[in-house]
């Protein structure tokens, strides 16, 4: 499913316009990003919980050359499903 798939999905199922379905997740996908962005972490009660996790500088090699390259530390997101939802595909 993509983007305008999931607006069309969320207009069907709310009632809500498509256009307000989009304005709707632009606003949720923004507010991930600004409180990820600020070292925040979101739980949705049943559905996950998003966060920001750090990952560590570690010694690559280049598939191409066989040379052994630093590959330097960065923040992640990650999402972690809730027990509801996981039991919802199973």
């Known amino acids: 499913m993509n983007k305008s798939e999931l607006i069309s999905a ?3 199922e709310s ?3 498509k256009a307000d379905s989009k304005k709707a997740l632009d606003a949720f996908m923004a507010s991930i990003t600004k409180a990820l962005k600020a070292g925040d972490k979101v739980s949705l009660v049943g559905f996950g919980t998003f966060a920001v ?3 560590a500088e ?3 090699i280049n598939p191409s050359t066989k ?3 630093t ?3 960065k923040k992640v997101a990650k999402f972690r499903p809730g027990m509801e939802l ?3 595909i199973e």
Request: hydrophobic content about 50%; charged content about 20%; cysteine-free.
């Open 10 to 12: 969320m207009a069907a």
């Open 15 to 17: 009632g809500l316009t």
């Open 53 to 55: 996790s750090e990952r």
């Open 58 to 60: 570690r010694t690559g």
């Open 67 to 69: 040379a052994k390259i």
């Open 71 to 73: 590959i330097p530390a």
């Open 86 to 88: 996981t039991a919802a």
